[in-house]
């Protein structure tokens, strides 16, 4: 028999589903087309009733329902050939971790990490976002993804490495999501990007905000590999982390 989810995972994925209802999230494989470039590439992929039921199933062991709200059908993802990984995809388990900035967006908004644009699109619209400034590491990346973007006149990508790049403004809202996966050692660097960019915040807006994509789970995910030091403790991987690369990588 399955274990039975942990309340809190539960009512948190209620709450994410209500805020998820109110956002027009895009169809990217309809935007989109496959392309491939030296070192990465744009490819369509189709999630089966199988790997549906794989994806649930696995939830189930791990008392989570992160893939709950997964649809068969067809989506995008942004491959690295180099190292083999995917570094985004569309389904519902991005739009659901990317929700709460995406609700938080407002005034001045900079991103790390442009991916398939998943995120600009349904904030550009917004009234209260005045503009969007994307910075982003691969030039190749920016090359396949942002010519096929419907972006408006509020966007402007910035070919940098964020850990090195200096802002010459203060934002509203500051993001970063440029990780492929969910690993406590990512923990350290938003540690790290905290520090370089919070003075970049426009502290007069009481709405200010910086954040990073799924920084709770990072920090969990350090909590475990800590835990591992300890010879008495046995751990499987954390589920979060084997689920997400079930998500990202396995298609
Ligand atoms: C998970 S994807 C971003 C997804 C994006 N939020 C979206 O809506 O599609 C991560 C992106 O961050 C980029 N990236 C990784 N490290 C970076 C860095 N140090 N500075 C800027 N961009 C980086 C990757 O090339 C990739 O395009």
């Not at 999230?25 to 989109?32: A, D, G, K, N």
């Not at 938003?190 to 910086?210: A, E, G, M, Q, V």
């Amino acid at each position: 028999m399955a274990p039975a989810r942990p309340n809190k995972v539960k009512s948190e994925h209620h709450s994410w589903r209500l805020q998820l209802k109110k956002i027009k999230f895009p169809r990217m494989v309809e935007i989109l087309p496959e392309v491939e470039g030296n070192r990465f590439a744009i490819r369509h992929f189709e999630i089966s009733n199988n790997n549906l039921r794989f994806a649930l199933l696995r939830d189930a062991i791990y008392g989570k329902c992160e893939n709950t709200g997964l649809e068969t059908g067809k989506y995008v993802k942004l491959i690295d050939k180099e190292t083999g990984q995917t570094l985004m995809v569309d389904t519902w388990n991005e739009f659901v971790t990317n929700v709460d900035f995406i609700n938080r967006a407002h005034g001045d908004v900079l991103i790390g990490g442009l991916g398939i644009g998943l995120v600009i699109l349904p904030i550009q619209d917004k009234k209260e976002v005045k503009s969007i400034t994307v910075v982003e590491k691969h030039r190749e990346v920016i090359d396949l993804v942002l010519p096929q973007l419907p972006v408006n006149s509020k966007v402007k990508v910035i070919h940098a490495d964020v850990f090195e790049w200096v802002a010459e403004q203060r934002y509203n809202v500051i993001y970063f999501d440029i990780w492929d996966n969910v690993r406590g050692e990512y923990y350290k660097e938003t540690k790290t990007l905290y520090k370089k960019y919070r003075k970049f915040l426009k502290h007069d807006d009481p709405r200010s905000w910086i954040g990073f994509w799924r920084q709770e789970d990072f920090k969990r995910a350090l909590k475990k590999v800590r835990m591992k030091k300890n010879p008495g403790i046995i751990l499987l991987d954390s589920p979060i982390s084997l689920k997400h690369y079930f998500i990202k990588s396995s298609y």
